[in-house]
């Protein structure tokens, strides 16, 4: 008997110590997320330094060799899912005894950039600022990153959207190792490479390698926290479909000295057309569009929990009322949305000219939701197009359709991918919820759905799996914008909600 006792003792230690690193206080995970995430910034720096647009391949291919490199250096094996376009790439990493497998959902690609826009020298070289009044901030030396407050901000494109949780998660994983510690799940991650392009490959290439990318759930790092700034969890995303409209006055612009009175105007043909598809408080008029959403006393319950403060949304915004689709705020984006997100026709500004234009155009952007059909929704609008008089074509019309039509509409459509949700005492639901209450000492503020979209449904619908979305970068970010920037603060704790999920035991 007294031979094995070494061997136990040296058991009972290796318990204690897992116990211990795998059971930190919140100081203790303050300290190492703090230290990591500063430490950090380097790799940030590197990464942002990418151009990233997935209208550009070199781009992409550019930063897929540094995430094969940067999970490689960490353990993964990488593979490359080849598309028609950008691959996705998928990291995985296997642990003792693991019983589950979490999928980790990363974006890696960015909105085009107008460089002109932006208030430093170029969109890919991260800059580092502090405020210096309330519309202006001034920049600050990378040298003084050891003394860097909470409130500067990185500016670059895709620091918050999204490669700076990219940055987060990698640094978690290095301070996990740095404490020994290792999760008792298996770890896949899934880099999208197209996503600002609306992932139109994805779909196809899970249900491919459905076996490949098999797992018991998916987290999502992505998107604002809560306007609080608080810690958060949503469990949905509204799905996305667009439409492109263009209608046609003269088949080249005319003087309008010469043809107004005479010749019809395209723009205001389109924006009369817009018109009718709302009434004067935002709601779409079109029958039907809003059928099979309801909102129950249990679901209000839930949205009603989220601490939104209407006053502070629409003094962000700048704005004195809103749309009236919903009462407030977690309710509006409960629906489906039909929005203009550009419209064109003639010129304007320095190179406004005196005509009627040949054309306009409006580029719409369709949210939908998992109780309505995307295919129903736009035909629902092609359907109120076609009411209005219009003859509807798929293609830029013919001279005979032109003298034979009074009124046509060009009408292009794309359904990108579908809403998910996932219930707040799912499996997933209650690991998350602990990890964040563990790290941060209060309940996360827990999010039904959001507004805004992410291409998970072809995980959820095909994997058969819940998802989750941890949103760790700050709102007021000015992702898709100019001058798309990173709170210091909302990177260190993006940091410390990583190593807390990654610690906590399935």
């Given at each position: 008997m007294t031979k094995h006792i070494p061997f136990l003792l040296l058991n009972v230690a290796c318990f204690l110590f897992i116990q211990f690193t795998q059971s930190q206080s919140p100081d203790e995970l303050d300290?190492?997320?703090?230290?990591?995430?500063?430490?950090?910034?380097?790799?940030?720096?590197d990464l942002l330094s990418i151009p990233n647009d997935a209208f550009y391949p070199a781009h992409i291919e550019r930063n897929v060799i540094w995430c094969e490199k940067a999970f490689g250096e960490r353990g993964f094996e990488t593979k490359r899912i080849e598309t028609s376009h950008a691959p996705l790439l998928l990291a995985e990493r296997k642990h003792p005894n693991a019983l589950e497998t979490v999928l980790i959902y990363l974006q890696l690609d960015g909105q085009p950039v107008d460089s002109t826009r932006w208030f430093q020298e170029n969109p890919y070289k991260p800059v580092l600022k502090k405020k210096k009044d309330e519309n202006e901030w001034e920049e600050v030396p990378w040298e003084a990153n050891e003394q860097m407050d909470d409130e500067w901000r990185i500016f670059a494109r895709s620091a918050s959207d999204a490669k700076g949780p990219v940055a987060m998660f990698l640094t978690a994983l290095d301070a996990l190792a740095s404490e020994e510690i290792t999760p008792n799940y298996n770890i896949k991650v899934i880099m999208d490479f197209e996503e600002e392009l609306g992932s139109p490959r994805l779909p196809n290439a899970v249900?491919?390698?459905?076996?490949?990318?098999?797992a018991d759930m998916l987290i999502i790092f992505d998107g604002p926290r809560h306007i609080s700034n608080k810690p958060t969890l949503t469990f949905g995303a509204r799905g996305i479909a667009t439409i492109t409209l263009t209608t046609?006055?003269?088949?080249?612009?005319?003087?309008?000295?010469?043809f107004g009175n005479y010749a019809p105007n395209p723009a205001l043909r389109l924006?009369?057309?817009?018109?009718?598809?709302?009434?004067?408080?935002?709601?779409?008029?079109?029958?039907?569009?809003?059928?099979?959403i309801t909102i129950d006393a249990e679901t209000e319950r839930i949205l009603k929990d989220v601490p939104d403060n209407e006053e502070e949304i629409k003094e962000r915004l700048q704005i004195v009322s809103t749309d009236k689709v919903g009462d407030y705020y977690q309710e509006a984006i409960q629906y489906p949305s039909l929005n203009i997100r550009g419209m064109q026709s003639g010129w304007i500004d320095e190179k406004v000219r005196t005509i009627i234009p040949g054309w306009a155009r409006a580029e719409i952007d369709v949210r939908l939701v998992l109780e309505s059909d995307p295919e129903l929704l736009i035909q629902l609008i092609k359907d109120h197009v076609a009411a209005q008089g219009y003859f509807i074509t798929a293609k830029e019309p013919t001279r005979e359709q032109r003298l034979e039509y009074d009124k046509i509409v060009t009408f292009t459509s794309e359904i990108s991918y579908q809403s998910f949700r996932t219930d707040f005492d799912s499996k997933v639901g209650q690991w998350l919820t602990k990890a964040l209450k563990n790290a941060f000492g209060e309940n996360p503020i827990r999010i039904r759905m959001s507004g805004g979209s992410i291409p998970i449904s072809p995980f959820v619908t095909t994997l058969g799996i819940p998802a989750v979305t941890v949103p760790t970068v700050n709102r007021d970010n000015n992702q898709h914008s100019p001058n798309e920037n990173l709170?210091?603060?909302?990177?260190?704790?993006?940091?410390?909600?990583?190593?807390?999920?990654l610690k906590e035991d399935l």
């Open positions: 300290r190492l997320s703090d230290k990591y995430a500063d430490a950090s910034i380097p790799l940030l720096k249900t491919e390698n459905a076996e490949l990318l098999e046609y006055g003269p088949v080249v612009p005319q003087h309008s000295g010469h924006a009369k057309l817009l018109a009718s598809m709302k009434d004067d408080e935002g709601r779409v008029t079109i029958p039907g569009f809003y059928d099979g709170r210091i603060g909302n990177y260190r704790d993006g940091v410390k909600t990583m190593i807390a999920i």
